[in-house]
């Protein structure tokens, strides 16, 4: 409750002398004009400044009241007023009650305007990519969560946080009145990101200053992926013009010199009839490899049993072992569930995995296939594992290898007839089996390619 001043007395009569004036100086003409007696006008006098006295004290002490009351308002506190508001006189009580309707639009208009403010702010929190807000001078005035992890907490100069000679550059165009502009940088710290930056003069400075916005985006994986698409171009086309380059020459060759020598045709031609199917190769991997990325969001959802498809592939591929004196040996577990899959794409995974381990085992040596199940994530999965006893692949190489076209030893893997798209191949169906390979390998002992498949739940499909 506010102090209660004691009222200002010299104030009130003051006032009240001033209020009575006409009424005194009507009584003292009358007086003067010996209308009535001194004795009366005396006491008519008297009643008339004691009365207009008590009115004036009585409309002071309301209206000091309302002042104490709108100053409690101020402080947002209506239940404060001094009285009890219908006591007051009316014309106190009506501004009093003018100073409460006011008050309270304005409590509305401000909430109105302080939500409006918080969901700016969340948007601001919200937005994925750092903001930076800079004021006149290139001072940082303000920074979401994300730039604040980027930059650190500092307050102070963009160069402190950014040290970039293009985004300061870019900073102080637009700061001197330039149009947007757009950067792209690296940071290095604390791993290497590139980013674009974009600095865009805001309409109205705000209230800390800041006239500036700096949004920066995270363009690491877009950078990676034209780098992955112009190494791909390149890559393929270099596997074939290869081929090509050899089927040309041979064909010149037979069109010139070799016309008439019926030997050297009949070897050519099996040349180019091989470098032909290379290509075929090729060109069929790069088109399963495209297939299956375009679908590689949609997990099939057939029931695969892998024991009959493992046995099966094996017969296949036993003409090809038996060439470099190898053998399958298969150990299927024989309670081995059904696992969710495609059965076509499910026999290239294991295909490229039995002719890598033909292609890249020790002659004369076994391959092994183990397929059990294994608890993985708390879930039941399948495991198969493809053990070769093959040279070993150093450690270096084995979290490239589903990349396309690499090889460890390209020229070795080229003259074997292999493109470098297998276990691209590989990988991309398991992704779209929600699978896994895992791979390990030990120098002069053999690798091991293992693939996760998830169980087929007969509960219904999985997404
Ligand atoms: N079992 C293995 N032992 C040793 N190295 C392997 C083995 N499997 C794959 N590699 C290495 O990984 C590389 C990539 O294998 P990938 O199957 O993708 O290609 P490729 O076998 O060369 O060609 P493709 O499979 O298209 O005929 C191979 O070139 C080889 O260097
Ligand atoms: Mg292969």
Redesign the pocket.
């Given at each position: 409750v506010p102090l209660r001043r004691a009222p200002n007395l010299a104030r009130i009569a003051a006032l009240a002398l001033a209020a009575s004036a006409p009424g005194l100086l009507a009584i003292a003409a009358l007086t003067i004009g010996a209308q009535i007696r001194v004795g009366w006008a005396l006491l008519a006098g008297a009643a008339v400044y004691l009365a207009t006295a008590l009115l004036t004290a009585w409309l002071v002490g309301d209206l000091e009241q309302v002042r104490d009351g709108v100053g409690a308002l101020a402080e947002e506190d209506a239940a404060a007023f001094p009285r009890r508001p219908d006591a007051l006189l009316p014309p106190p009580r009506e501004i009093w009650s003018a100073a409460l309707k006011l008050a309270r639009s304005w409590r509305e208009r401000n909430a109105a305007a302080e939500a409006r403010l918080a969901a700016a702010e969340a948007v601001i929190a919200a937005v994925p990519d750092p903001l930076i807000l800079l004021d006149e001078k290139r001072r940082i005035v303000r920074l979401n969560a994300q730039a604040n992890a980027l930059a650190g907490p500092g307050r102070g100069d963009l160069a402190a946080a950014l040290r970039n000679p293009a985004v300061l550059a870019a900073a102080g165009a637009v700061l001197r009145g330039e149009p947007a502009r757009v950067v792209e940088f690296a940071l290095s710290v604390p791993v290497e990101r590139q980013y674009r930056a974009r600095f865009a003069r805001i309409e109205r400075p705000s209230s800390e200053g800041a006239v500036a916005v700096l949004s920066l985006h995270d363009i690491t994986e877009l950078k990676r992926a034209e780098q992955m698409r112009a190494d791909f171009i390149a890559n393929a086309s270099h596997e074939l013009r290869t081929p090509l380059a050899t089927l040309t020459g041979f064909i010149e060759t037979l069109g010139g010199l070799a016309r008439e020598d019926e030997k050297a045709r009949e070897r050519f031609l099996a040349i180019m009839q091989a470098q032909a199917e290379r290509m075929t190769?090729l060109v069929d991997?790069l088109l399963s490899l495209s297939r299956i990325e375009l679908r590689e969001h949609l997990m099939p959802q057939d029931r695969v049993a892998l024991g009959p498809l493992l046995r099966h592939l094996a017969e296949v591929m036993e003409l090809r072992a038996g060439a470099r004196d190898m053998r399958l040996t298969l150990h299927i577990a024989a309670d081995l569930p059904e696992v969710t899959g495609d059965r076509d794409e499910l026999a290239q995974v294991f295909q490229?995995?039995f002719?890598?381990?033909i292609?890249?085992?020790r002659a004369g040596s076994e391959i092994v296939v183990e397929a059990a199940t294994i608890e993985k994530g708390g879930e039941p999965h399948v495991a198969v594992a493809?053990r070769?006893q093959?040279?070993?692949?150093p450690r270096e190489?084995l979290p490239r290898?589903?990349e396309r076209f690499?090889?460890?030893?390209?020229a070795?893997?080229?003259a074997?007839?292999?493109?470098?798209?297998?276990?691209?191949?590989?990988k991309h169906i398991l992704n779209r089996h929600r699978g896994v390979l895992e791979i390990s390998?030990e120098i002069g002992k053999?690798?091991v390619?293992t693939v996760c498949l998830r169980r087929y739940d007969a509960a219904g499909p999985e997404l």
């Open positions: 190769r991997d490229n995995l002719d890598n381990a292609k890249y085992g493809v070769d093959g040279e070993g692949i190489h290898l589903t690499y090889r460890v030893d390209a070795r893997s080229r074997i007839g292999g493109t470098g798209l297998g276990l691209a191949i590989v390998s053999g690798s390619f």
